[in-house]
């Protein structure tokens, strides 16, 4: 039986700080939400220990994650991308980023921002959000719009009750712990 990431993360060098300060967390920046999305797009197929130990390397290839910066990108940036050993080096991964940069400044100009989109949709079933975000991004499938939504804050599951980081959570009120 897989051990739930609480019982894996807790004072594990790479993934504790994440999951003590990151994981479930609630995100009210775009930048940092964009930031999520491209981690946990970039995850798929890999461990999430790959995408951990690459952070950092993500975050100056990609201007710290700044949509607007990504949204510009022309091929000269895409090529740099896919020739940055730092970061997952996966043309549809790279191309995917850039795309859902674009297609987040048009969320922003029509919602306000990509949080009040996302505001605006919640609380919503899994099956929905796929197909919310199928339709809005690229690289974007059920297991990838879970764990982005789990780890932000939108739905359940980051920790267990018995988590200690779970009471922390709980006082930040994330979305998927408010009532409509």
């Given at each position: 039986m897989a051990r739930h990431y609480c019982e894996a993360a807790i004072g594990d060098a790479l993934h504790g700080p994440y999951h003590d300060r990151e994981y479930g967390f609630p995100i009210d920046d775009d930048d940092a939400l964009f930031a999520r999305?491209?981690?946990e797009i970039n995850q798929a197929g890999l461990s999430w220990a790959t995408?951990?130990?690459k952070k950092d390397n993500f975050s100056a290839a990609y201007d710290g994650f700044s949509i607007a910066a990504v949204a510009a990108y022309d091929d000269d940036q895409r090529a740099?991308?896919?020739a940055d050993a730092g970061i997952i080096r996966n043309r549809l991964k790279v191309n995917a980023a850039i795309e859902n940069a674009?297609?987040?400044?048009e969320i922003a100009a029509g919602e306000g921002s990509f949080k009040a989109w996302l505001d605006a949709y919640h609380p919503a079933e899994l099956g929905d959000w796929v197909k919310l975000f199928r339709?809005?991004?690229?690289?974007?499938g059920p297991e990838i719009v879970r764990e982005f939504l789990v780890s932000t804050g939108y739905l359940p599951g980051a920790h267990r009750k018995e988590c200690p980081i779970f009471a922390t959570i709980a006082g930040l009120n994330p979305p998927w712990m408010?009532?409509?």
């Open positions: 999305l491209v981690l995408i951990l130990k740099r991308l896919l674009r297609r987040l400044l339709a809005n991004f690229k690289f974007t408010q009532t409509r």
